[in-house]
């Protein structure tokens, strides 16, 4: 649980954001924390974390397709670092597309496979 000092600037952050503006501009950090991608993605932190620990498993086991599915990020112990750049390019490419179709009821999903 974060103090409350911290607690502040991650909603200021969180207030700041655009999402009518290109996310780029708005992340000038090298790396971005776990919740800041979960707040831009509208899931929950632990999932970013899940994420993170699918995509390490899935490069260590040399299956990018499987890794291409989840948030690109490099583990350092129990450090999560995932790169601003590497977020965006997943991000505009896979993981907007992804979320969406996830997002979606099953009946809509299994009425688009068909």
């Known amino acids: 649980m974060a103090d409350a000092r911290t607690a502040a600037k991650r909603q200021a952050w969180r207030e700041g954001i655009d999402f009518d503006a290109p996310l780029a501009g708005q992340l000038p950090e090298p790396h971005m924390?776990?919740?800041q991608v979960a707040f831009l993605m509208g899931v929950a932190e632990s999932s970013?974390?899940?994420?993170?620990?699918?995509?390490?498993?899935?490069?260590?086991m040399g299956d990018p397709a499987a890794?291409?599915?989840?948030?690109?990020?490099?583990?350092?112990g129990t450090s999560h670092r995932i790169p601003t750049q590497a977020f965006l390019d997943w991000w505009y490419s896979a993981g907007q597309s992804t979320l969406?179709?996830?997002?979606?009821p099953a009946e809509q999903r299994e009425a688009g496979a068909a």
């Open 33 to 35: 924390r776990p919740w």
């Open 48 to 60: 970013v974390y899940d994420s993170c620990k699918r995509f390490d498993a899935a490069m260590r």
């Open 67 to 76: 890794a291409a599915r989840e948030v690109p990020c490099v583990l350092f």
């Open 100 to 104: 969406r179709l996830l997002s979606q």
